[in-house]
C-alpha cells in the first residue's frame, strides 16, 4: 500500500494525512470545502515545524512530507487510485453511510475503507458498501501526531487478510495497533465515555467544581487531563453522539447521557471549538492545549 486518501481535513483528517505523509505514503486530502483544506494544509505545517524545532524531524523531513501530500474537492479524483481510504467526518452515522456509499463507488475495487469512527457500529458502515470484507475501523486517537494508539475494530464481515495488512500498516506509522471487535464504544470510548458522562454528574449534582474534579483525576489517577478539560478538548458535542450510541446500542441506563451535557450542547458551548465548554478556551487555541497536555 502506498496511496492513501483521508476523507475530512478536521482536526483528525488532517492529523491521519501528516501521520501517513511523514512516514512515507502518497497522501490525497480531501474535503469539500477548499477553507478546511486550507486550515488543515496550514495546520500540517504549523505541526511539522514543531516538530523541527524540537529536533524530532528535519528541515527536509519537513519538505518531503509536505511534498507527499495533495488536496482535492472532488472525492472521485482524490480516492479514485488510493489503495488505502481512511474516512474522518463528523461522527454521524447517516453522513458515514452516505460518505461510505460514495467511496464504494468511486474507490478502485481492491482499495480497503477504513473509518476513524470513535464509536459507530464497523459493521452497519460496511453493509452499505459492495466489499464489506474490506471495510475497518482505524480509530486513531487525538493528536494522532503524538497518541501512540490506533484502535483497529473489524466488522462482522472484515477479512482476516485486510486486518492483518492495517495491523502492519498501523505499525509503519510507528503507532502500537489493539485489535478490537465491533461493539458500541469499541474499548476506548467504552470506558472513557462513562467517566467523562459520571465527571459531568458529579458536576451537575454538586459534588465539586470544574477544577476540583479535574484536580483530583489529574493528580490522584495521573491523567493528563482532567475528565471535564478532555471533554471540551474533545467537543461536546461529540461526547454526546458517543453516550448516545453507546446507551442505544447497549439499552443500559448507565450510559445516558448528563442532561447538563445535553442543555450545554443545545446551547452551543460545545468546548474548544465554541471558545466555551466546562472551561473557557476563547484565548487559547488546541495546539497550545496539545502541547501543555503532551509534553513529549
Known amino acids: 500500500m502506498k496511496k492513501v486518501a483521508v476523507i475530512g481535513a478536521g482536526t483528525m483528517g ?19 470545502s477548499q477553507d478546511s483544506l486550507d486550515k488543515g494544509m496550514a495546520t500540517i505545517e504549523k505541526n511539522l515545524d514543531r516538530m523541527v524545532s524540537k529536533e524530532k524531524i528535519s528541515a527536509d523531513d519537513k519538505t518531503s512530507t509536505l511534498s507527499r501530500l495533495s488536496t482535492f474537492t472532488s472525492t472521485e479524483e482524490g480516492v479514485k487510485t488510493a489503495d488505502l481510504i481512511v474516512e474522518a467526518a463528523t461522527e454521524n452515522e447517516d453522513l ?5 456509499e460514495q467511496l464504494d463507488k468511486a474507490a478502485k475495487p481492491e482499495a480497503i475503507l477504513a473509518t476513524n469512527t470513535s ?28 497518541m501512540k494508539l490506533v484502535e483497529i475494530i473489524r466488522g462482522y464481515s472484515t477479512s482476516d487478510e485486510v486486518t492483518n495488512l492495517i495491523m ?6 510507528k503507532k502500537t495497533p ?48 482532567g475528565p471535564l478539560q478532555l471533554a471540551d478538548f474533545i467537543g461536546l458535542d461529540v461526547c454526546l453522539a458517543i453516550m448516545e450510541v453507546l446507551y442505544n446500542g447497549l439499552g443500559n ?13 443545545a446551547a452551543g ?23 501543555d497536555n503532551f509534553k513529549k
Open 269 to 291: 458551548k460545545k468546548g474548544v471549538k465554541s471558545g466555551e465548554g466546562f472551561y473557557d478556551w476563547s484565548h487559547k487555541t488546541k495546539e497550545l492545549i496539545v502541547a
Open 168 to 173: 502492519e500498516t498501523s505499525k509503519s506509522l
Open 96 to 100: 458515514k453511510y452516505k460518505i461510505f
Open 119 to 146: 464509536s459507530i457500529s464497523i459493521t452497519k458502515i460496511a453493509a452499505v458498501t459492495s466489499r464489506p470484507e474490506k471495510v475497518i475501523g482505524m480509530h486513531f486517537m487525538n493528536p494522532v501526531p503524538v
Open 178 to 225: 489493539v485489535e478490537v471487535n465491533d461493539y458500541p464504544g469499541f474499548v476506548a470510548n467504552r470506558i472513557l465515555m462513562p467517566m467523562i458522562n459520571e465527571a459531568i454528574i458529579t458536576l451537575n449534582e454538586g459534588v465539586a467544581g470544574v477544577e476540583e474534579i479535574d484536580t483530583v483525576m489529574k493528580l490522584g489517577m495521573a491523567h493528563p487531563m
Open 14 to 32: 488532517n492529523g491521519i494525512a501528516h501521520v501517513f505523509a511523514q512516514f512515507g505514503y502518497e497522501v490525497s486530502l480531501v474535503d469539500i
Open 253 to 265: 441506563d448507565k450510559y445516558a447521557p448528563c442532561p447538563l451535557l445535553i442543555n450545554m450542547v
